[in-house]
């Protein structure tokens, strides 16, 4: 089976507890990654080996519903997700501090396309690595301005 590797990253000015407030808690997912309609992650907060989640993502004219399951987490740097239903894919989600008080982030998703699409490998890599390339720069935006670290009732 075609599996299509795709990892991107970007530094981002703010702490790394900051950055991964929002990478870990998948119901900030709809704030930054773009055509996520809902997440529900059980249970709700910071993930935890075994945290399942329930997306519905609309991407490429389709809408899809992917479950999935947390398999590793390493608290404050690093989780790795599988989906157990839906598109087959799994990656992770990473914070590295930096000396300077920023952080990098890394973002890897492992695709395996079904049918049609295992014939086209090099648009859709490009596709999924552009898609999440723009998810980081939300992301990067949405921490940068702090509102990272404040509830939502909170901000106006």
Do not use: H, I
Request: one cysteine or more; hydrophobic letters at 35%; proline letters at 9%.
């Amino acid at each position: 089976m075609t599996t299509l590797t795709v990892s991107v990253a970007t530094t981002v000015a703010a702490p790394a507890a900051d950055a991964w407030t929002v990478l870990a808690d998948y119901a900030r997912d709809r704030q930054w990654r773009a055509g996520v309609r809902s997440m529900v992650p059980t249970p709700p907060g910071p993930v935890g080996p075994g945290t399942t989640t329930r997306e519905v993502l609309r991407a490429a004219g389709r809408t899809t519903r992917n479950d999935g399951v947390v398999t590793d987490v390493t608290p404050g740097r690093r989780f790795a997700w599988r989906t157990t239903s839906g598109v087959d894919a799994d990656g992770s989600r990473e914070v590295e501090p930096l000396p300077d008080g920023s952080c990098r982030v890394r973002l890897e998703l492992r695709v395996r396309p079904p049918g049609l699409l295992r014939l086209v490998p090099g648009p859709l890599r490009w596709l999924l690595a552009r898609g999440l390339r723009g998810d980081l720069d939300r992301l990067r935006a949405l921490v940068e301005t702090g509102r990272a670290t404040r509830p939502a009732c909170e901000r106006s």
